[in-house]
């Protein structure tokens, strides 16, 4: 059974980089049949994709047009882990936070999330 | 992007009743398209994929149908368990939600 575990603070400052990163249990981040990917939901904007990172031989990553100037996501092997960095935050990035897996069901096709990290209120606030 | 509309915004129903809700795509999708399940402070489930491929572990009475702009996500008997918050998700471009449909009781 494949498990998401994500960590990371509740409250972030304007400017400052919110951080989250998401641990996996009964797959690996380095998976040939998985991506793995954040989302966020807020009242303003429901639920947004903001990107996600793959391995087919080598590492890829695909990011949203509205945060792709300031997003990072990175895999941790040694950790079976891997992580959201966004840059120079303001209050419109207040939202819970999901990471979730998709499962490469047809070869070169994007898929839809089977599995979800437990969420995570992230708040923009000086 | 790829814009995704539910309608409705809200359905009032009866445990035992018949509930379609409808997604329409701003353009052709095939049947790239996903629904989820979302209670009260708890992540989205998946229940359907590519339109009407029903994921394991979930119960039959909901069905998925459609292709191209317009698709139904059907439960043919409601039960108490599927009062909550219905998205439909499009994958084949970058991937976009439709605002959601609240199922509440009647």
């Known amino acids: 059974q494949v498990q998401l575990q994500q960590s990371g603070p509740g409250l972030v400052k304007p400017s400052q980089t919110l951080s989250l990163t998401c641990a996996i249990s009964?797959?690996?981040?380095?998976?040939?049949?998985?991506?793995w990917n954040w989302i966020r939901q807020s009242p303003s904007r429901g639920l947004e994709w903001l990107g996600r990172t793959y391995y087919r031989s080598k590492w890829y990553n695909d990011y949203a047009a509205s945060v792709r100037s300031r997003i990072n996501i990175n895999p941790d092997t040694s950790k079976n882990q891997f992580s959201l960095q966004l840059n120079s935050v303001t209050p419109e990035d207040t939202a819970v936070y999901y990471c979730?897996?998709?499962?490469?069901?047809?070869?070169?096709?994007?898929?839809?999330?089977?599995?979800w990290g437990q969420g995570g209120l992230v708040t923009v606030s000086s | 992007d790829i814009q995704m509309t539910q309608s409705p915004s809200t359905l009032s129903a009866s445990v035992g009743d018949r509930v379609t809700i409808t997604c329409r795509a701003s353009q052709s999708i095939s049947s790239w398209l996903a629904w989820y399940q979302q209670k009260p402070g708890k992540a989205p489930k998946l229940l359907i994929y590519?339109?009407?491929n029903l994921e394991s572990g979930v119960p039959s009475r909901f069905s998925g149908s459609g292709s191209g702009t317009e698709f139904t996500l059907t439960i043919s008997s409601l039960q108490p368990d599927d009062f909550a918050t219905y998205y439909c998700?499009?994958?084949?471009?970058?991937?976009?939600f439709g605002q959601g449909t609240k199922v509440e009781i009647k």
């Open positions: 998700q499009q994958y084949d471009g970058y991937w976009t």
């Open positions: 979730a897996r998709e499962p490469r069901r047809e070869a070169g096709r994007k898929a839809d999330f089977d599995y």
């Open positions: 590519k339109a009407s």
């Open positions: 009964g797959d690996s981040v380095s998976s040939n049949s998985a991506a």
